[in-house]
């Protein structure tokens, strides 16, 4: 069983990996936001690997994959939004210069 599951757990660690590199180093606070939802579905590919192909399969993995899903959702739509007002305020997505809350 557990050879049937590496290349799901593969792609998710790269993906991971990927998603943790562009919210590290890029400036773009919209790239953050894609690579946080890069690593979120990281996460999503490893719940249902593990809930289709574990020791004892269930849909337990894949009912927190839906939920994950839904929270990556409302996560995006509320960064979009405070990313839009921000912008509209300073007039940069740059996130070096979002350090402050009250200007």
């Known amino acids: 069983m557990a050879g049937m599951a590496t290349p799901y757990l593969t792609l998710a660690a790269i993906l991971f990996c990927i998603g943790l ?7 773009n ?4 936001l894609l ?3 890069l690593m979120l579905n990281a996460v999503n590919i490893n719940l249902v ?5 574990g020791v004892h399969p269930s849909l337990t993995g894949q009912i927190f994959s839906l ?16 990313l839009i007002a921000l912008y509209r305020n300073k007039g940069t997505t740059d ?3 979002m ?3 009250k200007r």
């Open 95 to 97: 996130v070096n210069e």
């Open 21 to 27: 590199y562009g919210a590290l180093t890029k400036k």
């Open 67 to 82: 939920f994950n899903i839904t929270i990556a959702a409302a996560e995006a739509a509320v960064g979009i939004a405070i």
């Open 99 to 101: 350090d402050s809350l």
């Open 49 to 53: 690997a593990f809930s289709k192909l």
């Open 35 to 37: 690579s946080i939802e």
């Open 29 to 32: 606070a919209v790239i953050v």
